[in-house]
Nanobody
């Protein structure tokens, strides 16, 4: 079984910084793309950033220049460093990972989600 555990959320003042972490554990053969999403109350979940297994990154226009996504493959962990936070960044942040596991003689590549961590930015 694969589990993703997030940490690092909390309350921060506008202009402040937070670093989110998400560690994957379980019967993992390899991990492909990992990413961060966020969802505010009454709004749809939106993509924040992704990073491929080779380190290629993508950022949504709303956060570009203020956040950095990174990963530590040895620890099966993805990070999201957020700076210059704004009240509109307030949301529940979820991590996602494409995880390859072994099922008998074959392999399965599925997407897994973390439980989410609350980020609140006060004005």
């Amino acid at each position: 079984q694969v589990q993703l555990v997030e940490s690092g959320g909390g309350l921060v003042q506008a202009g402040g910084s937070l670093r989110l972490s998400c560690a994957a554990s379980g019967s993992i053969f390899s991990i492909g793309t990992m990413g961060w999403y966020r969802q505010a109350p009454g709004k749809q979940r939106e993509l924040v950033a992704t990073i491929s297994s080779g380190g290629r990154t993508y950022y949504a226009d709303s956060v570009k220049g203020r956040v950095t996504i990174s990963r530590d493959n040895a620890k099966n962990t993805v990070y999201l460093q957020m700076n210059s936070l704004k009240p509109e960044d307030t949301a529940v942040y979820y991590c996602n990972a494409d995880v390859k596991i072994r099922v008998g003689p074959l392999y399965d590549y599925d997407g897994y989600w973390g439980q989410g961590t609350q980020v609140t930015v006060s004005s």
